[in-house]
């Protein structure tokens, strides 16, 4: 069996096969901000590289978010799709929790994910349990807290870059490596694998945070 990992929640879109023990190909879309135009020609064009048929997947990992909410509704409709053609089974893997499977190693880790101006999505896990929920917090608030920490915590996730740079010199902040600070179908379908898919279709949705009011 096959899984499709589909990814869409941040500007460049991606998708990846894995099959649990040698194939592992992760492709990206040429242009960020096209998923609704380039996503199904890069899923037939990632099969056809790999050789196989659509009928050879058995399982499509899709990225719950947050992220960028018209990302998401195009990720899920289209894993959904998939999955309606081939009678694949569906499952949806929380962004923050792909994230966090790539810094495994680290005691406590904050996810940061970019979302637009100076706003993010940030969440804190202790171990592989998150601390509180995902939040939309804005940068400063989001730097004042961390610069309170008195625990090394790792940073990663798109936005960990620009403020783990804010914070350099910080004797208890670490930035993830660079690679596990970008968006990844192949992490989605990794830690999709083993799950338990969704009985119905219709019962998976987007993760979407609760906006900012203030």
């Given at each position: 069996?096959?899984?499709?990992?589909?990814?869409?929640?941040?500007?460049?879109?991606?998708?990846?096969?894995?099959?649990?023990?040698?194939?592992?190909?992760?492709?990206?879309?040429?242009?960020?901000?096209?998923?609704?135009?380039?996503?199904?020609?890069?899923i037939e064009g990632t099969l056809r590289g790999n050789g196989v048929s659509r009928d050879r997947v058995g399982l499509v990992c899709v990225n719950l978010g947050p992220g960028s909410f018209t990302g998401l509704r195009i990720g899920l409709a289209a894993a959904k799709g998939f999955c309606q053609a081939v009678g694949a089974a569906l499952i949806g893997v929380g962004g923050a929790d792909a994230y966090r499977a790539r810094v495994a190693d680290a005691k406590r880790v904050c996810v940061i994910v970019?979302?637009?101006?100076?706003?993010?999505y940030a969440q804190f896990f202790g171990g592989a349990r998150p601390r509180g929920p995902m939040r939309l917090i804005r940068e400063s608030e989001l730097l004042e807290s961390l610069r309170d920490e008195e625990r090394e915590v790792t940073l990663?996730?798109?936005?960990?870059?620009?403020?783990?740079?804010?914070?350099?010199?910080?004797?208890?902040?670490?930035?993830?490596?660079?690679?596990?600070?970008?968006?990844s179908p192949l992490a989605i379908a990794k830690l999709g694998w083993n799950e338990e898919p969704?009985?119905?279709?219709?019962?998976?949705?987007?993760?979407?945070v609760e906006p900012l009011l203030a």
């Open positions: 069996m096959l899984a499709l990992g589909v990814d869409t929640s941040e500007p460049l879109g991606g998708v990846a096969l894995y099959d649990g023990r040698g194939l592992a190909d992760e492709r990206w879309m040429d242009e960020p901000l096209r998923h609704a135009e380039r996503l199904f020609p890069l970019a979302s637009r101006r100076d706003l993010y990663v996730g798109s936005g960990a870059p620009k403020i783990g740079g804010a914070l350099r010199g910080h004797p208890m902040i670490r930035i993830a490596p660079e690679e596990a600070n970008r968006p969704a009985d119905r279709l219709y019962e998976v949705e987007p993760l979407y």
